[in-house]
Each structure stands twice: as structure tokens, then as C-alpha cells.
């Protein structure tokens, strides 16, 4: 039986990962949860955003299940003991360095999308997010020059083998859809990018299948909302890709509808809604559990040798949301609750 880490989190986090809940219960499989605290939550009653305990669990589960940490409250607090550094430090600890944030459109979503409704309906992409380097954990700091002024900086780097790594998931993600890989990076200004640039070019050679592109980061911002068809897989690092999934979100309709799966290198993952926790709506049942219910459908896939299930979950959401499904994100008038009741009633 499969042991599934439930870290609901912050804000909306607890409120969408109710529904992702439901929904999994609804399948009947063979699942058992820990339910442990990260986070804001977890700073307020054990004095850590990622406590031991909360590691242990996530150590032995099979698979983790993840609402969003980030708590206003805590904005003030020296950075380690943020809510931020319980998901920088789950990615980290538990080598979950690739990130697989894929945008589609769901049928009857063109009107919720940012882009005009066929421009929108092209949108079918994955970005592969590199997630355990570049200058979210290079050295970082304060100083104060000699002349009075303070400064902050954030140091970027990635060595070959970061790159050759998340450069491999992203081929092997084009060889299995559509054979397009764009590799997205600043080389024109950054050393970083331009070494990323060389070894992606390296790696290209083992996947003649793939066609290989590469792109500034500035103009993929742009392409992404004037042509979002054009892209299959974008393969990135941890900065760009951060960005570029937020922007792709609206694209495909809403921030509320983007799964991720987090991946090491031997199945394990860490899956979570690509958004945060949504302070301005927290706790008024106004946000859209649809990314959560899809991050569980993307865990049972990845993790759980469970596609079949996962199919199941992807289908009820599309049928859900062709029916007429919507939360407030989507234009509609639905609770986060409404919305599971909708996919449930499809399963
Ligand atoms: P956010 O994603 O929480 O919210 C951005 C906007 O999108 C808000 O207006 C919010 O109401 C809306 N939104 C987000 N998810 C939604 C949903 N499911 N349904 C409907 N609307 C939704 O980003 P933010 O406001 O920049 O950050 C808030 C906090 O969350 C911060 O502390 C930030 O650090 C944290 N954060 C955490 C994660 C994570 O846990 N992985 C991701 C992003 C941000
Ligand atoms: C995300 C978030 C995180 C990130 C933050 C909360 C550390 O924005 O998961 O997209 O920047 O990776
Ligand atoms: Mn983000």
C-alpha cells in the first residue's frame, strides 16, 4: 500500500487539497495518508516551516501531495524560518530537481484565458523547470559598501551536470509528445546561460528524434502570449521557469488550473498547484481546487504506477468544466467545494 505524504500548507493550500482528497478517495485505491504540517502553519506551532517530523514523513512516503505555503504574517522573518523555505527545502532534500508544469486548454476555458479564444486553444505545452539550482541557492546576502550604500545579492550559477540532468528530462519529455524541444535562457547576457546553452547543445546529440530551438527568455515571455502553439517543451532553470509557468497559467485560463510534478531521478515526487497561497482569497472558498485535483491525477501517474486512475481524474475535470464548471477565476460563481462536487459527481 502506498504511503502519501499530505502537506496541505498555507492559505487556499488546506482548501484545495480537501478536494484533491475527495476526489482520490473517490477512486478507491489502495492509499494511505500522513497529514503532516509545513510552512506558516508549521512555523506557529512547531517553530519551523519544514520541521524534522514533517521531513521524516515526507522521507519515507512514497509520493507527497502539496497545497501552497506562504503566510503575510511571516514576511518579516529572518528568511530561513519563512513558510517560502519548507517548499525550497522539500525540493532540495528530497532531490526533486525536475519540475513538470504542463499548460493545456481546457475545452470552454477560451473565454477565461488572457489570449484571444483561438490563439488561446493552441496552448499545449510542458515546461521543464530545472528546480534544485541557479540563483534560488547560490550564496546569498546583505552588505554595506564602503561607501554607506547597502547592497543585496544572489549569487546564479549551474554546473554540466545540472544542465546535462534537467537538459535529458527535457528530451526525453519531447521524444514522448510532439518531438519539439525550445530550450529558453539569457545566453546573450548571462555566463550561466551560456553554458547552459552548451551543454543542452551537447546532450541534443543523443536525441536526434527532437528538434532542438533555443530562445531568450525576454522574447519567450513575448511568443508565449502571441503564439502559444508554436511550443511543445520549453526546458528552463529555476528562475525563468518559475515566471514563464505563472504567464503560461493565464494563457490557459487561470493560475488555479496548473498542476506540477516535482521529480527525482527514481520516481519520487512531490506534486503540487502551481500557485501559491493566495492570501487576498484565503478562507472565503473562492479559490479554484482544479490545479490541486490535477496535481493528484499527475501523482498518480508519476508516482504510483496508476494511469489509468489518473486518466479518470484528468477526463472528470475537462467534462466537469465542458459542463459548465467555474469558480471565480473562471468567470463563474462556484466554490472551491462547488467545483469538487462538479468533478465528483462526472467520477
Ligand atoms: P499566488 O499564486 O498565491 O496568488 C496570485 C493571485 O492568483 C492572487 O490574486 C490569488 O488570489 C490568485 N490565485 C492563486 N491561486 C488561485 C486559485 N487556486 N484559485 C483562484 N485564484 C487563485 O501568488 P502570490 O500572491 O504572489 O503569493 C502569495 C504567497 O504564496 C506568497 O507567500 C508566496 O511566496 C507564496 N507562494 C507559494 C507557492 C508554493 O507554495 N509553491 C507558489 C507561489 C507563491
Ligand atoms: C512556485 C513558487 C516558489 C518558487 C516559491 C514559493 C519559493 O513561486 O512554486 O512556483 O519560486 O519556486
Ligand atoms: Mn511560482
Given at each position: 500500500m502506498a504511503l502519501i505524504a499530505l502537506l496541505p500548507g498555507d492559505g487556499i493550500g488546506p482548501e484545495v487539497i480537501t478536494q484533491a482528497r475527495r476526489v482520490l478517495d473517490a477512486l478507491d485505491l489502495d492509499l494511505t495518508y500522513e497529514e503532516v504540517p509545513v510552512g506558516g502553519v508549521a512555523y506557529h506551532?512547531?517553530?519551523?516551516?519544514?520541521p524534522e517530523s514533517t521531513l521524516d514523513v515526507a522521507r519515507r512516503a512514497d509520493a507527497l501531495l502539496f497545497g501552497a505555503v506562504g503566510d503575510p504574517t511571516c514576511d518579516n522573518l529572518e528568511r530561513s524560518l519563512r513558510p517560502e523555505q519548507a517548499i525550497l527545502g522539500l525540493r532540495k532534500h528530497l532531490g526533486l530537481f525536475s519540475n513538470l508544469r504542463p499548460a493545456t486548454l481546457f475545452e470552454g476555458l477560451e473565454d477565461a484565458s488572457a489570449l484571444k479564444p483561438e490563439v488561446a486553444r493552441q496552448i499545449d505545452l510542458v515546461i521543464v523547470r530545472e528546480l534544485n539550482?541557479?540563483?534560488?541557492?547560490?550564496e546569498k546576502g546583505r552588505r554595506v559598501r564602503p561607501d554607506g550604500a547597502r547592497e543585496g545579492y544572489d549569487i546564479m550559477s549551474y554546473d554540466e551536470h545540472e544542465v546535462r540532468r534537467i537538459a535529458r528530462v527535457g528530451f526525453e519529455t519531447a521524444r514522448k509528445r510532439r518531438g519539439q524541444l525550445c530550450s529558453v535562457d539569457k545566453a546573450n547576457v548571462l555566463e550561466t546561460s551560456q553554458l547552459w546553452r552548451d551543454v543542452v547543445i551537447e546532450v541534443a546529440a543523443d536525441y536526434p528524434d527532437v528538434t532542438l530551438s533555443h530562445m531568450y527568455v525576454d522574447n519567450a515571455a513575448m511568443q508565449l502570449v502571441r503564439?502559444?502553439?508554436?511550443?511543445?517543451v520549453i526546458v528552463t532553470g529555476n528562475l525563468f521557469g518559475d515566471i514563464l509557468s505563472d504567464q503560461a497559467s493565464m494563457c490557459a485560463g487561470?493560475?488555479?488550473?496548473l498542476p506540477s510534478a516535482s521529480l527525482d531521478d527514481a520516481g519520487k515526487g512531490l506534486y503540487e498547484p502551481?500557485?501559491?497561497?493566495?492570501p487576498d482569497i484565503?478562507?472565503?472558498?473562492?479559490?479554484?481546487?482544479c490545479a490541486a485535483i490535477l496535481s493528484a491525477a499527475l501523482m498518480l501517474r508519476h508516482s504510483l504506477g496508476q494511469a489509468a486512475a489518473a486518466d479518470r481524474i484528468e477526463a472528470a475535470v475537462a467534462r466537469a468544466i465542458r459542463d459548465g464548471a467555474r469558480t471565480a477565476d473562471l468567470g463563474g460563481t462556484m466554490t472551491t467545494s462547488a467545483m469538487g462536487d462538479a468533478v465528483l459527481g462526472v467520477l
Open positions: 506551532t512547531l517553530g519551523h516551516p519544514l539550482g541557479d540563483v534560488y541557492f547560490g503564439n502559444p502553439g508554436q511550443f511543445d487561470s493560475i488555479g488550473m502551481i500557485h501559491g497561497s493566495a484565503a478562507g472565503q472558498g473562492k479559490a479554484n481546487p
